[in-house]
C-alpha cells in the first residue's frame, strides 16, 4: 500500500514557476513508477509526466516538454514537479500517482493516487 500527498499547489502569475511535491508513505515506494496527472475543470484527467521507479527514464506530455521537470528522491519517498514558464492553461488540479505496471501514460494502470493540489496560472 501506497499512500501519497501532495502539495506545493497555489496562483502564481503565468511565466511564473511553481514546484509541487508528493510525499509517499510506505516501504514498497521505491518499487513504484510515479506519475502527475492534471484535471482542468469540466475535462478529463490526462497524463503529465511520469518517472521510472530508478528515476533514470522520465515521460512528458508535449503541453508540458521544456517547461516541467519531473524528479524524485527515494531517499525522501519523494517525488516533484518542477514547473516553469507556466501559462493560463496549466491550470487544473494537479494530482500525484503510483503505477507498478509500464504503462506511464495511462492513468488507469495507476493503482494509488494523491487528493490532488490546486494550480492557477493567472494572465
Known amino acids: 500500500q501506497v499512500q501519497l500527498v501532495e502539495s506545493g499547489g497555489g496562483l502564481v502569475q503565468a511565466g511564473g514557476s511553481l514546484r509541487l511535491s508528493c510525499a509517499a508513505s510506505g516501504r514498497t515506494y521505491s518499487t513504484y513508477a510515479m506519475g502527475w496527472f492534471r484535471q482542468a475543470p469540466g475535462k478529463e484527467r490526462v497524463f503529465v509526466a511520469a518517472?521510472?521507479?530508478?528515476?533514470?527514464?522520465?515521460y512528458y506530455a508535449d503541453s508540458v516538454k521544456g517547461r516541467f521537470t519531473i524528479s524524485r528522491d527515494n531517499a525522501k519517498n519523494t517525488v516533484y514537479l518542477q514547473m516553469n514558464s507556466l501559462k493560463p492553461e496549466d491550470t487544473a488540479v494537479y494530482y500525484c500517482?503510483?503505477?507498478?505496471?509500464?504503462?506511464?501514460?495511462?492513468?488507469?494502470?495507476?493503482?494509488?493516487w494523491g487528493q490532488g493540489t490546486q494550480v492557477t496560472v493567472s494572465s
Open positions: 518517472i521510472s521507479r530508478s528515476g533514470g527514464n522520465t
Open positions: 500517482a503510483a503505477t507498478s505496471t509500464a504503462y506511464y501514460t495511462l492513468s488507469a494502470y495507476y493503482a494509488y
